[in-house]
């Protein structure tokens, strides 16, 4: 992630305020009726599917919640986004999303019904209900380089990193206040930050946006992906603060843990130190600014339509329903959309990190959603699981 985009969940997001959905029993495949003489033979009931970390049970399309309410046509530019790496057993499929797409939303309802049947993903013990929280992709003014107000560097990654299976680096202290660790990524420096926790933010998404101001004034834009990290575990600043006393558990939102470190200039180091992991990031261009950051799965993330999904649960490119609600509402959220991305924290399996995309609203709609989930796999019948 994500790993551009979702490396882990948002520092402790806010619990929700609002009833977790009640699960709905998981239907009983059944044997189709017996067809009138000299038609093709019936086809086998639907099987269940199993993956390491989930099992999906067949369902029909009723059980989907909100099915017959989503604009299904606003999710198709994720579908053929997907697309462009197809699954196996999805060719099919695919052909007809690029060939045939659907102009209206019946039109595209009957083109799920008739080519996916549905399942519904639960936990190996049975579990039906899980979680979702949020992600976006921040937006940061920058400098090239340092000066008196711009001192927080953000750094590509080390040549030393790059093997993955070496021994854990530097951790961020070190990194801040070590001779070693400051002249190892001497010159590696993409850009400097005025704000360390924007930094932080950046880290925690694993991509985002810079809007740099050049020495001679000029101003561009440009993308920082996912590059690796310094081999140390991700903790959590804002449990850092829960364990110390300083925010609640239903108080500790972004906005609330940026309001602590203004009130305690002195102990920033201090609550970002607590996380020892450091992302490093490459440099990319960005030529369409409505285009999102490349997920795990190597296509661009589209906004309130990809999702960052357990790979062990539910594969990458897979279709999926969602039921959930709007961050501290009681607003469904009752969606087709598709699995593009993953992230350290997204484990399980009715477990996602919903994509919000870029700006002011999606920072503060993923900041701040952490919401109970359910989900259905919508895939081929003939494909594998």
């Known amino acids: 992630m994500l790993l551009a985009g979702c490396m882990a969940l948002p520092p402790v997001p806010v619990l ?81 999303v690029l060939l045939e797409p659907p102009t209206d939303e019946a039109g595209a309802r009957a083109f799920l019904r008739q080519h996916l049947q549905p399942y519904a993903v639960q936990a190996p013990d049975g579990r039906v209900q899980g979680l979702i929280t949020g992600y976006h992709e921040p937006l940061m003014e920058a400098r090239r380089q340092r000066d008196a107000r711009h001192a927080t560097p953000l750094y590509s990654l080390p040549p030393m990193l790059q093997d993955t299976r070496r021994e854990p680096w530097f951790t961020r202290r070190q990194i801040d206040t070590t001779a070693a660790a400051r002249a190892a990524l ?13 930094a932080l933010v950046l880290q925690i998404q694993g991509s985002g946006r810079l809007r740099i101001t050049e020495a001679d004034g000029q101003v561009s834009s440009v993308r920082l992906a996912y590059a690796g ?16 006393g300083e925010l609640t558990a239903d108080g500790a939102s972004w906005p609330a843990i940026k309001a602590w470190a203004r009130a305690n200039p002195k102990r920033v180091d201090e609550m970002l130190w607590a996380n020892p992991r450091v992302v490093f990031f490459r440099e990319e261009p960005l030529p369409d600014p409505g285009v999102g950051p490349r997920g795990a799965m190597g296509v661009p ?16 490119g897979a279709w999926v329903w969602l039921d959930s609600t709007e961050p501290l509402s009681s607003t469904p959220l009752q969606r087709l959309v598709t699995a593009q991305d993953t992230g350290s924290a997204i484990v399980g399996a009715v477990r996602a990190d919903y994509f919000w995309g870029w700006g002011d609203n999606a920072e503060a709609q993923a900041g ?5 989930l359910r989900m259905w796999v919508l895939w081929p019948a003939a494909a594998p699981g």
């Open 16 to 96: 929700p305020r609002t009833p977790t959905p009640t699960p709905t029993p998981t239907p009983t495949p059944t044997t189709p009726a017996a067809e009138p003489a000299g038609a093709a033979a019936p086809r086998p009931p639907v099987q269940p599917i199993e993956r390491a970390r989930a099992v999906w049970q067949p369902a029909a399309w009723e059980d989907l919640p909100g099915f017959d309410n989503d604009t299904l046509l606003a999710a198709w530019p994720a579908l053929v986004a997907g697309c462009a790496r197809p699954l196996r057993g999805w060719a099919g499929v695919c052909a007809r």
């Open 186 to 198: 001497q010159g590696r420096e993409i850009a400097w930050l005025a704000d360390p926790l924007d």
């Open 229 to 244: 990290h310094n081999g140390h575990v991700y903790r959590s600043v804002g449990r850092w603060l829960i364990d110390q």
């Open 301 to 316: 993330l589209t906004p309130e339509r990809s999702i960052a999904v357990d790979p062990q649960s539910i594969p990458y």
């Open 368 to 372: 701040r959603m952490k919401q109970a």
